[in-house]
């Protein structure tokens, strides 16, 4: 079992990670790290004051605070704009660690997002793991 809490992986551990040889779970001070994350970035989501990526756009589209019927369009088009991509489909392989890495990365609490969001995708990887 490896505990992943944002910490660095070593090469070892991404080659187990991708190969499904090795189960994962979400370390609890990460956990918590980002249960105050995402308190935060609720808290400041209901404030009237611009905060960058959370109830602006990005890049170029800054334009100060969008009103609060629009701030649930924003994130979903947010979403929608890093679900297409193009080029041959990642091998089974590449997606276990590209899944990973990026529950790693959300393990660090930086992102405002829930436990769950890491959670689903650490349940997804142990659904396929170690067969």
Known sequence: MLQLGGQPLTLKELAE????RVRLELAQAAMAQMEASRRVVRRVAGEHRPVYGINTGFRQAVRGAHRRRCIERLQL???RSHACGLGRPLSEE???LTMALRANTLA????GVRPVIAEMLLAMLDAACCR
């Open 17 to 20: 990670i991708a190969s499904g």
């Open 77 to 79: 088009n947010l979403v």
């Open 94 to 96: 590449e997606t276990r």
């Open 108 to 111: 660090l609490g930086y992102s």
